[in-house]
């Protein structure tokens, strides 16, 4: 729904400006009965790789959130560094059990609900 947004603030991503790092996990669609933005054109892993081909901050990636995943991720990041994760409640949650493993979680990861 924020692709262009997300490319431009990847785009953005040079000292405190924008998304310094962005990692976009694309897994297959799950059965879903009414789509959860009818009037919004939704985007498909086509869309995502096109928009964010050629950013050398963006890692678009086939897979499932793991804890490896996780940890080497943020070892990527400059630091000190804010987490941004933004999923379906059962990603969010499972990613915030990952990231308490390896940072505080009330000072330094924003939880938004997709």
């Given at each position: 729904?924020?692709?262009?947004?997300?490319?431009?603030?990847?785009?953005d991503?040079d000292?405190?400006?924008?998304?310094?790092?962005?990692?976009?996990?694309?897994?297959?669609?799950?059965?879903?009965?009414?789509?959860?933005?009818?009037?919004?054109?939704?985007?498909?892993?086509?869309?995502?790789?096109?928009?964010?081909?050629g950013?050398?901050?963006?890692?678009?990636?086939?897979?499932?959130?793991?804890?490896?995943?996780?940890?080497?991720?943020?070892?990527?990041?400059?630091?000190?560094?804010?987490?941004?994760?933004?999923?379906?409640?059962?990603?969010?949650?499972?990613?915030?059990?990952?990231?308490?493993?390896?940072?505080?979680?009330?000072?330094?990861?924003?939880?938004?609900?997709?």
């Amino acid at each position: 729904l924020l692709l262009p947004r997300i490319a431009q603030w990847c785009r953005d991503g040079d000292g405190a400006r924008g998304v310094r790092t962005c990692t976009l996990l694309l897994t297959p669609p799950t059965e879903v009965h009414a789509p959860p933005f009818p009037a919004v054109h939704t985007g498909d892993a086509a869309e995502a790789e096109r928009l964010l081909r050629g950013l050398a901050n963006v890692r678009v990636l086939r897979k499932r959130l793991s804890p490896d995943l996780v940890s080497e991720s943020f070892e990527r990041m400059a630091q000190p560094c804010r987490v941004v994760v933004s999923g379906p409640g059962q990603f969010n949650t499972a990613a915030r059990a990952m990231l308490e493993e390896l940072v505080n979680v009330e000072e330094q990861v924003t939880i938004l609900s997709a």
